[in-house]
T-cell receptor
């Protein structure tokens, strides 16, 4: 099993460009999450999903959109990237609400 | 909203010394999880505590959940260089669907 995978691993964007980050899990987990990690800020939840076709806002959802069309995939979109969105993005999944979260390797995004 | 505070932000120890990180919540938690993130890596689950006053051990690591379920601690006895990394706590609240992470404690160990 691959666990949780994320693509791409690195990306550089110019301000105003758009992009989509893809997260995939092969563990049949119901819950999936997108976090951003900034120095000294820990992991902040952007959006999450409690099942296929559902999404919900986390702590810092502004400027991001998500979709969960298939149970195994969770997409994070930036419609108009801003320098404040420079960060490392982690996807995670868990079988259910308070179960152990499995994290992907992360995507390092730089917005110039 | 729910907040999870973690202290200290950084801790530098000599190999063989003990290390403790503390996690405090403004609200009662239903459970708490601890994760470790090695430099350049991703968070990896260590343990979950659910019961009031619960204590769990993993070799040199001791995890505690406070009686009021508002605080938790992770203690490492006799640190080794392999303990280097950032330790995060994450707390769950009954009326939320997500876990909220603390800012983490970054541990460095001098050989």
């Amino acid at each position: 099993n691959a666990g949780v995978t994320q693509t791409p691993k690195f990306r550089v964007l110019k301000t105003g460009q758009s992009m989509t980050l893809l997260c995939a899990q092969d563990m049949n987990h119901e819950y999936m999450y997108w976090y951003r990690q900034d120095p000294g800020m820990g992991l902040r939840l952007i959006h999450y999903s409690v099942g296929e076709g559902t999404t919900a806002k986390g702590e810092v959802p502004d400027g991001y959109n998500v979709s969960r069309l298939k149970k195994q995939n969770f997409l994070l979109g930036l419609e108009s990237a801003a320098p404040s969105q420079t960060s490392v993005y982690f996807c995670a999944s868990s079988y259910f609400r308070y179960n152990e979260q499995f994290f992907g390797p992360g995507t390092r995004l730089t917005v110039l | 909203g729910q907040q999870v505070m973690q202290i200290p932000q950084y801790q530098h120890v000599q190999e063989g010394e003990d290390f403790t990180t503390y996690c405090n919540s403004s609200t009662t938690l239903s459970n708490i999880q601890w994760y470790k993130q090695r430099p350049g890596g991703h968070p990896v689950f260590l343990i979950q505590l659910v019961k009031s006053g619960e204590v769990k051990k993993q070799k040199r690591l001791t995890f505690q959940f406070g009686e009021a379920k508002k605080n938790s601690s992770l203690h490492i006895t006799a640190t080794q260089t392999t303990d280097v990394g950032t330790y995060f706590c994450a707390g769950g609240v009954d009326n939320n669907n997500d876990m909220r992470f603390g800012a983490g404690t970054r541990l460095t160990v001098k050989p």
